[in-house]
């Protein structure tokens, strides 16, 4: 399962990055906003940091501003996945920029019927919003088992189920057991991935027991 940070802190995705284990990153208009910089120079900033896949999303909902603004963001860098929303002009969007050679991160997804369609449209990632889903007393987790499955069950479908709006860490495992392929998390969610509380008193153990030992290895 990939790894994909869903934040626009340069500082955060530094950090995490550091880790060698971040695969890409995914921002939306909310983030950008929060960040507080400028959103072209901001992308092309992360675009230099990490290798993998860097989602921006356009800001129209028009077909001819948004296939604008598609080709503009494309240009940024060659790591960049458009993102647009999960709309009949979004869709064709994601056709055009596809055809074109461009990464394509469909988002707002909230349906199986929705991930046929962006699928479809030759998308290369379709974001299903699972902790939305939770959010208005559904089952986010059952929108990825049901994309997961139909698009195994039509091999020339190429687009990757990247599981958004995660909040726990229950979420990313739920989704790597039904083979989900990517996981975009807030920063402390995929931090608190590292912690078990026995994992800690172990190592305080080991390290208690060695300094018993007065040796040193290097
Ligand atoms: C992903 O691409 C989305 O921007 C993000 O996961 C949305 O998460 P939220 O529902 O926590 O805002």
């Known amino acids: 399962m990939k790894f994909f940070v869903d934040t626009a802190d340069i500082n955060e995705i530094r950090d995490l990055a550091d880790t060698g284990l971040l695969d890409g990153v995914t921002t939306n208009p909310s983030l950008i906003a929060k960040s507080g910089k400028p959103f072209i120079p901001l992308i092309e900033e992360i675009c230099a940091v990490v290798e993998g896949p860097v989602s921006a999303e356009v800001a129209a909902t ?9 080709r503009k963001l494309a240009k940024i860098a060659h790591n960049v996945a458009v993102k647009v929303p ?3 002009a979004g869709l064709k969007v994601c056709k055009e920029l596809t055809d074109a050679g461009t990464m394509v991160n469909v988002t707002l997804c909230f349906s199986p ?20 889903l939770d959010d208005i007393g559904n089952d986010g987790l059952t929108l990825i088992r049901d994309l997961v499955t139909i698009y195994e069950n039509y091999p020339h479908f190429q687009t990757e189920v990247l599981v958004a709006s995660v909040r726990n860490p229950m979420h990313i495992i739920e989704s790597a057991k039904m083979g989900a392929h990517v996981a975009t998390c807030p920063p402390d969610v995929i931090r ?3 912690k078990h509380p026995l994992t800690d008193k172990g190592l305080a153990q080991f390290v208690e027991d060695w300094k018993k030992t007065g040796q040193s290895i290097l």
């Open 192 to 194: 608190s991935l590292y």
């Open 62 to 70: 028009d077909y001819e501003t948004m296939i604008k603004e598609g």
């Open 113 to 132: 019927a929705q991930g046929i369609l962006a699928a479809k449209a030759g998308a290369t990632f379709v974001s299903p919003f699972v902790g939305r």
């Open 86 to 88: 999960l709309t009949p």
